[in-house]
C-alpha cells in the first residue's frame, strides 16, 4: 500500500531564505510524482509533475526533485518571499497508475516571515 | 483561459437532506476526479472519469455517494441522506488526457452538514 509522508508538518522562516520540504513514498513504482500548492480557503495549484524517468524540474524559484529509488522528494525554494506562505503538498498516482487516484501527503504549512 | 469552477462555493444543509455539488472542467479536459479533504486531514480520492470509460469509483465511501458527468462536461457528486461526517470540502479536478497528466483543481464546495 503506497503511503506519502510529508516533513515537516510546519516550517516558519524568515523571508529570503532558502528551504527544502522533504516527501518520501513507500512504493517506489510510481509513474510520476506532482507538488502542489493549498493556500487557506482555496484550492490546489499544481507547481511541478515529474515523471518517473526524470530526476528534477524547475520552475522559477522552484525545483523539485526525485530519487525513486530511494523512495523521496524534495521541493526547492530558493529566496523565499511572504507570497510563498502556504500548505505544499506532494501526491503520486495510487498502485501502477492507470487510475485518477492520487495518493496524497499530509502537507508541509509554510509561513514565510517579512 | 477559465479554470475548473465548482458551486456552490459554500453548501449548509441538515442531516438527513441530499445535496448535489456541480464542477465545470476545463474546457477539452477528458479526465475529471473529485476529492475530499475533511478538517485536519489529507486529501481523500472518491472517482475519477476519463472520457467514456466506466468511472473509477473504488474512492466513493459509501452507497449514499455517486457521481455522473455527461460527456467531458459538467460533473455532478450527489450525498444522499446527508450525515455530518460528510462535513468537508469537496474538491474537482480535471486533467487534459488521463491520470498521467497535471491535474488541476477547483476552488472546492465547503459542505457543512448540521
Known amino acids: 500500500k503506497q503511503e506519502v509522508t510529508q516533513i515537516p508538518a510546519a516550517l516558519s522562516v524568515p523571508e529570503g531564505e532558502n528551504l527544502v520540504l522533504n516527501c518520501s513514498f513507500t512504493?517506489?513504482?510510481?509513474?510520476?510524482l506532482q507538488w502542489f500548492r493549498q493556500d487557506p480557503g482555496k484550492g490546489l495549484t499544481s507547481l511541478l509533475l515529474?515523471?518517473?524517468?526524470?530526476r528534477e524540474q524547475t520552475s522559477g524559484r522552484l525545483n523539485a526533485s526525485l530519487d525513486k529509488s530511494s523512495g523521496r522528494s524534495t521541493l526547492y525554494i530558493a529566496a523565499s518571499q511572504p507570497g510563498d506562505s502556504a500548505t505544499y503538498l506532494c501526491?503520486?498516482?495510487?498502485?501502477?497508475?492507470?487510475?485518477?487516484?492520487?495518493?496524497f501527503g499530509q502537507g508541509t504549512t509554510l509561513q514565510v516571515k517579512p | 483561459g477559465a479554470g475548473v469552477s465548482q458551486s456552490p462555493s459554500n453548501k449548509v444543509t441538515e442531516k438527513g437532506k441530499d445535496v448535489e455539488l456541480r464542477c465545470d472542467p476545463i474546457?477539452?479536459?477528458?479526465?475529471l476526479y473529485w476529492y475530499r479533504q475533511r478538517l485536519g486531514q489529507g486529501l481523500e480520492f472518491l472517482i475519477y472519469?476519463?472520457?467514456?470509460?466506466?468511472?473509477?469509483k473504488s474512492g466513493l465511501p459509501s452507497d449514499r455517494f455517486s457521481a455522473e458527468r455527461t460527456g467531458e462536461s459538467v460533473s455532478t457528486l450527489t450525498i444522499q441522506r446527508t450525515q455530518q461526517e460528510d462535513s468537508a470540502v469537496y474538491l474537482c479536478?480535471?486533467?487534459?488526457?488521463?491520470?498521467?497528466?497535471?491535474?488541476?483543481f477547483g476552488p472546492g464546495t465547503r459542505l457543512t452538514v448540521l
Open positions: 515529474i515523471q518517473s524517468s526524470q
Open positions: 479536478a480535471s486533467s487534459t488526457t488521463s491520470w498521467a497528466d497535471t491535474q488541476y
Open positions: 472519469f476519463q472520457g467514456n470509460s466506466a468511472p473509477d
Open positions: 512504493d517506489s513504482a510510481i509513474y510520476n
Open positions: 501526491a503520486v498516482p495510487h498502485g501502477s497508475g492507470n487510475t485518477g487516484k492520487l495518493i
Open positions: 474546457s477539452g479536459h477528458t479526465a
